[in-house]
């Protein structure tokens, strides 16, 4: 092999040749684009099949869904940033309140426009322990005995990590009947027991489920499902918590998107299909409490353990909008009250 | 007293072999080596290898062809298509201009080429999104003409050129300064036309760094992790690389199929090291007379 001018020329050639048949593909049917949070990757490619079906029976056209998925707060950045997504469907009303307000790509009153707040699905957050559960973590208060490591993402990147936190916040607000300064002193002993924050709920599992890390974890509860899924129900066991927090994941089409790619009416029926029966029994399936119930087989939602949960919405938290500030802002409750290494 | 003693004992010193140290010095030192590398390089290596086959051929074979991995294993390769050739236009020009010629403000060029290994892949690629995001002025003006930067291949192409800079250019300009413009001077001397002296006189006397410099470059690009990550958006089947392809997957609890690509991504490497080698044992003396690799 000699490598002169002869040579050079035809890398070239065949760089410019294999360039072309990388990018000669797609584009030639409608796609759309699902930027969404960690634990929903198997709820939506389930869902995105039966949807692709569903669209090409109804209206001939095919749909292609394109699907991203992240910690929630990064997922809305990189929106922020230029992401083409078609729909977003993340953990929290205030990572969609903020592509709102940062692009006005999304119209302010997007989270009227579907029922129940636009959150097809409700969750809770629950405990995963190790099996038997040697340590006896039942309630909140069990998390901060001594011994005890306690596996949560950063909230400050974190959707599930924020309903954590809250979680935990108003269990000892009624535990310490209002009083500020004890829940605060429970929520900092708190996070001296995390020896790890995670970027994103998957990493959290991970940690916890796979390098075997910590006692319990504070996970969703469908993450805390398909870990023991996965790992083998042998390993791990569900604990409800007496009380534990209404998160409601909103969904909601990026109007500046769909309507600069023309896609609109697929990006809608994409959002409304979630709350038809099929929709609402593939959130069941996955965990995910239907936010229809009463389309649901009653069998199918035996798994969803009534426990006693605070919304978002109480006056304790007072929405989203005062609640982020407050606890996860710069400054805020959350940068207050954790000490790193300490 | 003393003294003299000492002197009338010394007897003549015999000569010393061009290794002083004793066998077992040699052998402990050896060993270490040995240990280090199969601790820190082998062992991670075959457990990659190990985790891979953990379900078998069929599976392994299966996480191959899935649609998403074959369109990372496409992307990265488009990517290293389009950013090596580019960097080894950048990087001859580049090494070009500092080795032959005398101008002001040379040192600052060369600091400049090494920026890239001294930022941060993460800053490399949030710099991109600075420039090209959707809160920038450049990227809504981009877009509006239908061109797509960031969450595109054009993006993960930037910042693996941004990377993957220095390493040609790095190859090249100790080499050329160290040949000087002597050559050159005789073959503009002789007749020749500038194109004529860079491919008849310069290049050759190159080509062996420039082929180790187009090697180290590829194993990057085709490597990088944390810069393509901030610009890819994460689409899966669009915009995922095969690293980040990896990552996906072991998060998806798919611990064989991360594997399966992860191994695919060390073959690469792997073939790239024996290419090298080979080329190495094939041509070593003439590579010895141009250069010192």
Same mark, same amino acid.
């Given at each position: 092999?000699?490598?002169?001018?002869?040579?050079?020329?035809?890398?070239? @050639?065949? &760089?410019?040749?294999?360039?072309?048949?990388?990018?000669?593909?797609? /584009?030639?049917?409608?796609?759309?684009?699902? @930027?969404?949070?960690?634990?929903?990757?198997?709820?939506?490619?389930?869902?995105?099949?039966?949807?692709?079906?569903?669209?090409?029976?109804?209206?001939?056209?095919?749909?292609?869904?394109?699907?991203?998925?992240?910690?929630?707060?990064?997922?809305?950045?990189?929106?922020?940033?230029?992401?083409?997504?078609?729909?977003?469907?993340? $953990?929290?009303?205030?990572?969609?309140?903020?592509?709102?307000?940062?692009?006005?790509?999304?119209?302010?009153?997007?989270?009227?426009?579907?029922?129940?707040?636009?959150?097809?699905?409700?969750?809770?957050?629950?405990?995963?322990?190790?099996?038997?559960?040697?340590?006896?973590?039942?309630?909140?208060?069990?998390?901060?005995?001594?011994?005890?490591?306690?596996?949560?993402?950063?909230?400050?990147?974190?959707?599930?990590?924020?309903?954590?936190?809250?979680?935990?916040?108003?269990?000892?607000?009624?535990?310490?009947?209002?009083?500020? $300064?004890?829940?605060?002193?429970?929520?900092?002993?708190?996070?001296?027991?995390?020896?790890?924050?995670?970027?994103?709920?998957?990493?959290?599992?991970?940690? /916890?489920?796979?390098?075997?890390?910590?006692?319990?974890?504070?996970?969703?509860?469908?993450?805390?499902?398909?870990?023991?899924?996965?790992?083998?129900?042998?390993?791990?066991?569900?604990?409800?918590?007496?009380?534990?927090?209404? &998160?409601?994941?909103?969904?909601?089409?990026?109007?500046?998107? @769909?309507?600069?790619?023309?896609?609109?009416?697929?990006?809608?029926?994409?959002?409304?299909?979630?709350?038809?029966?099929?929709?609402?029994?593939?959130?069941?399936?996955?965990?995910?409490?239907?936010?229809?119930?009463?389309?649901?087989?009653?069998?199918?939602?035996?798994?969803?353990?009534?426990?006693?949960?605070?919304?978002?919405?109480?006056?304790?938290?007072?929405?989203?909008?005062?609640?982020?500030?407050?606890?996860?802002?710069?400054?805020?409750?959350?940068?207050?009250?954790?000490?790193?290494?300490? | 007293?003393?003294?003299?003693?000492?002197?009338?004992?010394?007897?003549?010193?015999? #000569?010393?072999?061009?290794?002083?140290?004793?066998?077992?010095?040699?052998?402990?030192?050896?060993?270490?080596?040995?240990?280090?590398?199969?601790? *820190?390089?082998?062992? +991670?290596?075959?457990?990659?290898?190990?985790?891979?086959?953990?379900?078998?051929?069929?599976?392994?074979?299966?996480?191959?062809?899935?649609?998403?991995?074959?369109?990372?294993?496409?992307?990265?390769?488009?990517?290293?298509?389009?950013?090596?050739?580019? =960097?080894?236009? *950048?990087?001859?020009? %580049?090494?070009?201009?500092?080795?032959?010629?005398?101008?002001?403000?040379?040192? *600052?060029?060369?600091?400049?080429?090494?920026?890239?290994?001294?930022?941060? +892949?993460?800053?490399?690629?949030?710099?991109?999104?600075?420039? *090209?995001?959707?809160?920038?002025?450049?990227?809504?003006?981009?877009?509006?003409?239908?061109?797509?930067? #960031?969450?595109?291949?054009?993006?993960?192409? #930037? %910042?693996?050129?941004?990377?993957?800079?220095?390493?040609?250019?790095?190859?090249?300009? +100790? #080499?050329?300064?160290?040949?000087?413009?002597?050559?050159?001077?005789?073959?503009?001397?002789?007749? %020749?036309?500038?194109?004529?002296?860079?491919?008849?006189?310069? !290049?050759?006397?190159?080509?062996?760094?420039?082929?180790?410099?187009?090697?180290?470059? =590829? %194993?990057?690009?085709?490597?990088?992790?944390?810069?393509?990550?901030?610009?890819?958006?994460?689409?899966?089947?669009?915009? =995922?690389?095969?690293?980040?392809?990896?990552?996906?997957?072991?998060?998806?609890? =798919?611990?064989?199929?991360?594997?399966?690509?992860?191994?695919?991504?060390?073959?690469?490497? !792997?073939?790239?090291?024996?290419?090298?080698?080979?080329?190495?044992?094939?041509?070593?003396?003439?590579?010895?007379?141009?250069?010192?690799?």
């Amino acid at each position: 092999m000699r490598l002169n001018r002869r040579t050079l020329f035809l890398t070239a @050639v065949l &760089a410019g040749a294999a360039q072309f048949g990388g990018l000669g593909f797609a /584009f030639a049917q409608t796609t759309l684009l699902n @930027v969404s949070y960690d634990p929903t990757r198997e709820l939506y490619k389930d869902y995105n099949a039966v949807f692709a079906s569903k669209w090409k029976a109804d209206t001939g056209e095919d749909v292609s869904i394109q699907a991203s998925h992240g910690g929630s707060g990064k997922q809305a950045r990189s929106v922020i940033d230029g992401l083409e997504a078609d729909v977003v469907t993340l $953990a929290l009303e205030s990572d969609i309140n903020a592509i709102a307000e940062a692009t006005k790509k999304i119209n302010p009153d997007w989270r009227t426009r579907l029922p129940n707040n636009s959150s097809p699905y409700t969750s809770t957050i629950v405990f995963l322990v190790r099996k038997g559960n040697p340590k006896a973590i039942n309630d909140w208060g069990d998390l901060v005995k001594d011994g005890v490591e306690v596996i949560t993402p950063n909230p400050k990147t974190s959707g599930g990590a924020r309903w954590n936190y809250l979680a935990a916040w108003a269990w000892a607000n009624d535990k310490f009947g209002g009083d500020e $300064a004890k829940t605060r002193d429970y929520i900092a002993e708190l996070f001296k027991h995390v020896p790890i924050l995670d970027t994103g709920a998957r990493g959290s599992t991970v940690t /916890f489920a796979q390098r075997q890390l910590g006692d319990v974890l504070l996970a969703w509860e469908n993450e805390a499902y398909l870990a023991a899924d996965e790992f083998g129900a042998d390993q791990f066991d569900i604990v409800f918590p007496p009380q534990s927090i209404l &998160a409601e994941p909103p969904v909601a089409v990026v109007d500046a998107n @769909v309507d600069a790619k023309g896609t609109r009416k697929v990006a809608e029926a994409y959002l409304e299909y979630l709350y038809s029966e099929e929709g609402q029994r593939l959130a069941a399936k996955h965990h995910y409490r239907p936010s229809k119930p009463d389309l649901v087989p009653a069998e199918e939602l035996k798994q969803f353990t009534q426990i006693k949960l605070i919304s978002i919405d109480d006056p304790l938290f007072g929405g989203w909008a005062k609640a982020q500030p407050t606890h996860f802002g710069d400054g805020g409750t959350f940068d207050q009250l954790y000490k790193p290494g300490k | 007293m003393a003294l003299e003693q000492s002197f009338a004992q010394t007897p003549l010193r015999p #000569l010393k072999s061009a290794v002083t140290e004793s066998l077992t010095t040699r052998i402990v030192l050896i060993a270490i080596s040995l240990l280090f590398l199969a601790l *820190f390089l082998v062992t +991670p290596l075959v457990m990659v290898f190990i985790q891979a086959f953990a379900g078998g051929w069929s599976t392994y074979l299966a996480s191959l062809v899935e649609p998403d991995a074959m369109a990372a294993i496409r992307l990265t390769l488009t990517v290293a298509v389009i950013s090596v050739p580019l =960097n080894i236009v *950048f990087g001859l020009a %580049a090494a070009w201009a500092i080795a032959k010629f005398e101008f002001k403000g040379k040192a *600052f060029l060369i600091t400049l080429i090494d920026l890239p290994f001294s930022v941060s +892949p993460v800053i490399a690629g949030l710099v991109y999104v600075l420039l *090209f995001g959707g809160g920038s002025v450049l990227g809504p003006w981009l877009k509006s003409h239908g061109i797509e930067i #960031l969450f595109a291949v054009p993006g993960i192409v #930037l %910042a693996t050129i941004f990377v993957t800079f220095p390493f040609v250019a790095r190859e090249l300009i +100790p #080499l050329m300064q160290d040949q000087g413009s002597g050559d050159e001077e005789a073959a503009l001397s002789l007749g %020749a036309s500038g194109w004529q002296t860079f491919w008849y006189v310069t !290049l050759p006397n190159v080509k062996w760094a420039l082929l180790y410099g187009v090697l180290l470059c =590829n %194993a990057r690009a085709m490597g990088e992790f944390g810069a393509v990550s901030v610009v890819s958006g994460h689409i899966r089947g669009l915009t =995922n690389t095969m690293p980040l392809h990896v990552e996906i997957l072991y998060n998806e609890y =798919n611990a064989v199929g991360a594997f399966a690509v992860a191994s695919l991504l060390a073959l690469l490497a !792997l073939v790239t090291l024996v290419l090298k080698s080979f080329l190495e044992f094939r041509y070593g003396d003439e590579m010895a007379a141009t250069a010192k690799h």
